[in-house]
């Protein structure tokens, strides 16, 4: 890696990442399987569970379990938890700093709309100070370091991504994740580079990492650049490439990247299913993994024949058939 590159550790308070680069709580997506699988590819500096629901950690759920399963290759791992009752939060954070998670993520942009309605994620962008006590409590409750992932604002008339990020370092968060769309727009809007700008400039002494558009080399040193980020966190782009973090190592250092093979990338899809199989039986994981056919159909190169036969895959010879294709 050349001096040139922005790749570099990161800290998040007491917790010292190798890599600036950090792979987002992917909703949906981002469970202990897949976390394993591109684990083993490397370059990334910490990953995130989904979204976690602090009164199903506190009751101990089948679901919230499955949200924050992982084990010791699955580290260092931050958990991602969002609500707006401070009680639930806070004891939900103890709980999880006690069973050894590296840190807590509060969560004040999901724009989904079973959470907004519940008062939470994008939903505390409207009330940024009573999104920074949430915060400030669940900083008081843990040792470990909170951090927090945000969204620039409810809409374009509302841009609070700066206030918040002034707001969240007083009330002891440790760093902040900055969205570069509203809440009000979808992940095919454009990344407001300028506005994460204002929001990593609003910051005193906390880092702040820029999330949203970066796919490659180029879109990465652009964020940079144009942002001043600490640090860069990819989400969509890992679905479709899985070595994206790699290439960005390679690229920003101005070294050439080996693209993976037709094997390796098979191997890297079959590690995925193995793990699910493993962990949710036959049926759960083939059910669970019909979801990554477009993904990884375009990782594969697969038609769009393979692609619906995927879509309907009910065994693990089945995969293998795909696979083989």
């Not at 976390?35 to 500096?45: Q, T, V």
């Not at 995925?272 to 036959?282: I, K, Q």
Request: hydrophobic content about 45%; overall charge neutral; some cysteine.
């Amino acid at each position: 890696m050349t001096d040139s590159s922005p790749i570099r550790p990161l800290s998040l308070g007491p917790l010292r990442l190798d890599s600036n680069l950090l792979l987002a709580p992917i909703s949906g997506w981002a469970d202990l399987a897949f976390r394993l699988a591109i684990r083993e590819i490397g370059g990334i500096g910490i990953a995130y569970t989904p979204l976690a629901l602090p009164e199903g950690i506190v009751h101990d759920t089948r679901e919230s379990r499955e949200v924050v399963e992982t084990r010791s290759a699955d580290a260092p791992l931050g958990v991602q938890l969002f609500g707006r009752d401070a009680r639930s939060l806070s004891e939900a954070a103890r709980i999880l700093e006690s069973r050894g998670y590296a840190l807590i993520d509060f969560n004040l942009g999901c724009p989904v709309k079973k959470v907004t309605r519940a008062g939470a994620g994008a939903a505390l962008l409207a009330v940024p100070d009573e999104a920074a006590r949430l915060a400030a409590d669940i900083a008081r409750a843990v040792a470990i370091p909170v951090t927090a992932k945000v969204r620039l604002g409810p809409d374009e008339s509302r841009e609070v991504a700066p206030e918040l990020v002034r707001l969240l370092e007083e009330a002891g968060v440790a760093a902040v994740t900055v969205h570069g769309r509203f809440a009000s727009e979808d992940y095919d809007a454009p990344v407001r580079l300028d506005r994460i700008a204002r929001a990593v400039a609003a910051a005193v002494a906390i880092p702040v990492v820029a999330n949203g558009g970066v796919d490659s080399p180029g879109s990465a040193r652009r964020t940079f650049e144009a942002t001043g980020c600490a640090g860069v966190m990819i989400g969509r782009a890992a679905l479709r490439d899985p070595w994206v973090f790699r290439r960005l190592h390679a690229g920003l250092a101005g070294e050439d990247f080996p693209e993976p093979s037709h094997d390796e990338r098979a191997r890297f899809v079959r590690s995925h299913f193995d793990t699910l199989l493993a962990a949710r039986g036959e049926a759960r994981a083939c059910a669970l993994f019909r979801k990554f056919a477009d993904s990884y159909g375009t990782l594969l190169g697969l038609t769009d024949q393979a692609r619906a036969a995927w879509k309907r895959l009910e065994s693990p010879g089945g995969l293998a058939r795909l696979l083989a294709r």
